[in-house]
């Protein structure tokens, strides 16, 4: 029986880790926290489970909170290239029957560890030094490291070879209740907001270890206003701040928080972050490889919504990869070509990211734009751009392209018209 080991207890080491239990791998998890330190810790960036993504964790018996979690079956955009109302509003769904959860990650990532090892695998509770994972090399047929920071994730080198709209962001987060509802939709509808002069919004229902709420997102440049919060204020002056720049900006978002309050004192994050891509594939001081895995090595500007869509199809890729390779060594040209098959997702995921991030930086081409004036103006239309998050390379047959995006802007009108 193979040995594999996963360094890091997030969304892509626990659903690879899932994965290769289910055919028979003997798998360890290493990671520095509890699941009772999970729970209790502090948030981390909202994410937004994607039809594709359920299915797969559906396929190994993990998706526990689609029953108590509110379905997210539609979605609006905003967008606000001056304060004051939206200049733009598209509305879409996910697609017949599909919907979107948002689970609050500490009670997610603790429920998976703690079935992880009900179901027979190996959990180490332990800090890895660089010199640990030089000796776990010579144990283990294969070392995935899904930790990106600190040691082990400098061991991660930049690929400049590969496309990436690397830039700083600042993040700002509230879980909050009592947020007023968009008359004429469902409670559970998600709002995305792109504002030119206040960053980029999501205002998404979320299942957190409380029940339902809401979580309220900003990033934004450096440079922008929320960059200045970087003295970290307190839970209720961070709050109190999200929502005076909202009233500044964003009025309908305002409206929506207004009377809005915190969920307890552990409902909000500050933090900065850089986007990334980096080389998928470390050597070690001994002479040994380690595989990253997916934040590791593709970090996207969240407000892309792509952070457990790529985390989730990276391990899915390496998990068939895996299975596939059967009793061969895991050596360094393996591993390269399992990132490299992930690579044909991961880079439409980071070219995504880098469209909706850069909005505001430069003139869109004038195709973009009018294929997002259908979008508002068609529901049809909406649908599909909001479809396109679930899986972004979708995006290329009508988004990207200006033969694609004028062809589907005549096929529209044609069917308007008749």
């Known amino acids: 029986m193979r040995k594999i080991l996963i360094v890091g207890a997030g969304?892509?080491?626990l659903h690879?880790?899932?994965g290769l239990l289910s055919h028979g791998y003997d798998v360890t998890v290493i990671t520095g926290q509890t699941s009772t330190e999970i729970r209790t810790g502090r948030p981390a960036v909202t994410q937004l489970t994607y039809p594709t993504v359920l299915e797969y964790e559906r396929e190994l018996n993990i998706d526990f909170w689609s029953a108590q979690a509110p379905h997210i079956e539609m979605a609006k955009l905003h967008a606000y290239p001056a304060p004051g109302p939206a200049a733009l509003t598209v509305t879409g769904g996910f697609g017949g029957d599909a919907y979107t959860v948002s689970v609050d990650r500490r009670v997610k990532m603790a429920?998976?560890?703690?079935?992880f090892e009900d179901s027979g695998g190996k959990v180490v509770i332990h800090g890895v030094t660089l010199s640990d994972l030089d000796y776990f090399s010579r144990m283990f047929d294969l070392v995935v490291v899904a930790v990106g920071h600190g040691e082990l994730g400098a061991l991660f080198e930049p690929d400049p070879n590969r496309f990436s709209g690397a830039r700083p962001r600042m993040l700002v987060q509230a879980n909050i209740y009592n947020v007023a509802n968009d008359p004429g939709f469902p409670e559970s509808i998600g709002w995305i907001g792109s504002a030119a002069k206040a960053g980029n919004i999501w205002l998404f229902p979320i299942l957190t270890a409380e029940g339902?709420?809401?979580?309220?997102?900003?990033?934004?440049?450096?440079?922008?206003?929320i960059g200045a919060w970087i003295d970290k204020p307190t839970p209720d002056e961070l709050w109190r701040r999200m929502v005076e720049l909202l009233r500044r900006n964003t009025p309908e978002y305002y409206e929506r928080v207004q009377d809005a309050e915190l969920v307890d004192d552990n409902s909000t994050l500050i933090k900065t972050l850089t986007p990334q891509v980096r080389k998928a594939v470390a050597q070690l001081?001994?002479?040994g490889h380690v595989l990253g895995i997916a934040d590791v090595v593709i970090t996207s500007d969240p407000f892309a919504g792509q952070g457990w869509n790529n985390s989730t199809r990276c391990a899915k890729s390496y998990l068939q990869s895996i299975l596939e390779h059967g009793d061969r060594p895991f050596d360094a040209e393996f591993l390269n070509s399992m990132f490299e098959r992930f690579w044909k997702y991961?880079?439409?995921a980071e070219l995504w990211a880098e469209t909706v991030s850069s909005y505001w930086e430069s003139e869109p081409p004038e195709f973009f734009n009018e294929v997002l004036g259908a979008a508002a103006m068609y529901r049809e239309a909406g649908d599909r751009w909001i479809q396109g998050w679930n899986?972004?390379?979708s995006y290329r047959e009508w988004l990207y392209d200006p033969e694609g995006a004028r062809a589907y802007l005549a096929e529209l009108s044609a069917r308007h018209e008749s």
């Open 11 to 13: 969304q892509s080491g």
């Open 391 to 393: 899986n972004p390379s």
């Open 111 to 115: 429920d998976w560890l703690e079935y």
């Open 346 to 348: 991961g880079y439409d």
């Open 285 to 287: 001081p001994s002479g």
């Open 16 to 18: 690879l880790a899932h």
């Open 212 to 225: 339902p709420c809401h979580s309220l997102f900003i990033g934004d440049k450096l440079a922008g206003p």
